[in-house]
């Protein structure tokens, strides 16, 4: 069974950097698309980034401050998150796109940022 595993949230004052991780595991199909998507209180999901053989997409709101890589010997997926801001309080989820079975999401990490 396909098992996407996120670490790397927590507490960070205003300004400060977060890195995120997602490991995928159990699949045997290619991952193509993988990315980070969040979700903040009383809103809906949101993108952040995605980041394909082609390269990669950020959301607006990040763009400048988040910097997503990928390893692919290790099937994880990475988001360097710089200058917080209190508004990127949210959920953040995993997201790896399979070939043949789909899109499949992390359980999710929070990042909470204090002004």
């Known amino acids: 069974q396909v098992q996407l595993v996120e670490s790397g949230g927590g507490l960070v004052q205003a300004g400060g950097s977060l890195r995120l991780s997602c490991a995928v595991s159990?699949?045997?199909?290619?991952?193509?698309?993988m990315g980070w998507h969040r979700q903040a209180p009383g809103k809906q999901r949101e993108l952040v980034a995605t980041?394909?053989?082609?390269?990669?997409n950020y959301a607006d709101a990040v763009k400048g401050r988040f910097t997503i890589s990928r390893d692919n010997a290790k099937n994880t997926v990475y988001l360097q998150m710089n200058s917080l801001k209190p508004e990127d309080t949210a959920v953040y989820y995993c997201?790896?796109?399979?070939?043949?079975?789909?899109?499949?999401w992390g359980q999710g990490t929070q990042v909470t940022v204090s002004s």
């Open positions: 980041i394909t053989s082609g390269g990669t």
């Open positions: 997201y790896a796109g399979l070939s043949v079975i789909g899109g499949r």
């Open positions: 159990g699949s045997r199909f290619s991952i193509n698309t």
